[in-house]
């Protein structure tokens, strides 16, 4: 079956970085496209960055554009968020996403505090 598993969160001050991870499995990755999510308290569930397949394209809420990147590796079947100069306002559960022949998939989060 299809699973997804977050990794990477934690407690980060205001300006600095983290990297999320997610390792997939239970379906042919490298043929599916990727995203990231996020739910900060109080907020509806948005799209922080997506990734096609097999181009690789990325988009990106206005938010994060120019502070996260969204990177996969096919051969670890992993996608990945580089997160770069993070804001309070970045804090939120993180959760990573696939859609897989019409049903989507969500991992479990992972937590990500930016507060100094």
């Known amino acids: 079956q299809v699973q997804l598993v977050e990794s990477g969160g934690g407690l980060v001050q205001p300006g600095g970085s983290l990297r999320l991870s997610c390792a997939a499995s239970?379906?042919?990755?490298?043929?599916?496209?990727m995203s990231w999510y996020r739910r900060a308290p109080g907020k509806e569930r948005e799209l922080v960055a997506g990734?096609?397949?097999?181009?690789?394209?990325?988009n990106y809420a206005d938010s994060v554009k120019g502070r996260f990147t969204i990177s996969r590796d096919n051969s670890k079947n992993t996608v990945y968020l580089q997160m770069n100069s993070l804001k309070p306002e970045d804090t939120a559960v993180y959760y990573c996403?696939?859609?897989?022949?019409?049903?989507?998939?969500w991992g479990q989060g992972t937590q990500v505090t930016v507060s100094s």
């Open positions: 996403n696939a859609r897989v022949r019409g049903s989507d998939y």
């Open positions: 990734i096609s397949s097999p181009d690789a394209n990325t």
């Open positions: 239970g379906f042919t990755f490298r043929r599916y496209a």
